[in-house]
C-alpha cells in the first residue's frame, strides 16, 4: 500500500488514555530514507516540540483526510484500556488499522523535551482494583 504520497505509507500512531486519544505521531519517510521521522501532533493537528526515537521531519505534514474519523476509530478500539497505541494507515481517505501495542518502544526510549514523559505519565490512570 501506498499513500497519496505515490512512494510511501504514512503510520499515524495514537497516543490513547482510558479511551481516549490524547496526542499522535506521525511516521514518515520509511520508504525513502535509512531513518523514518516522528512528528508529534495533539488533536487539533498542531505541532508538538517532541523528539523520540527518531528526528522531525523537515518538510510540512499536512492534515490527513478523515483525521476526525481516525480520532473516533482510536476512541473506539481503546475503550476500557487504561493506555494503548492505535496504529492507523490512511491510504486515500480509507482508514486501516496496523496494530495495538500496549508499550511504545518497549518503554525504554525517552521523549525530549523530558517533560514529556512527565506529561504522559500523568495521563496514564491505573484503575484500583
Avoid: Q
Avoid at 490513547?16 to 495533539?42: H, Q, S, V, W, Y
Avoid at 510540512?60 to 478523515?66: F, L, N, Y
Amino acid at each position: 500500500m501506498v499513500d497519496e504520497s505515490g512512494i510511501e505509507l504514512k503510520d499515524y500512531k495514537f497516543f490513547c488514555f482510558n479511551g481516549e486519544p490524547k496526542l499522535l505521531f506521525i511516521a514518515t519517510d520509511r520508504a525513502i530514507k535509512d531513518e523514518p521521522n516522528f512528528d508529534f501532533f495533539d488533536l487539533e493537528f498542531n505541532h508538538l516540540p517532541i523528539i523520540n526515537g527518531h528526528p522531525n521531519s523537515k518538510k510540512p505534514i499536512s492534515k490527513p483526510p478523515k483525521f476526525e474519523e481516525m480520532i473516533e476509530i482510536a476512541r473506539e478500539l481503546s475503550k476500557c484500556l487504561p493506555h494503548v497505541r492505535v496504529d492507523l494507515f490512511n491510504v486515500n481517505g480509507i482508514i486501516y488499522v496496523g496494530e495495538m501495542t500496549f508499550f511504545h518502544f518497549s518503554g525504554l526510549v525517552k521523549f525530549e523535551p523530558d517533560e514529556w514523559d512527565f506529561k504522559l505519565g500523568e495521563m496514564l490512570k491505573i484503575p484500583s482494583l
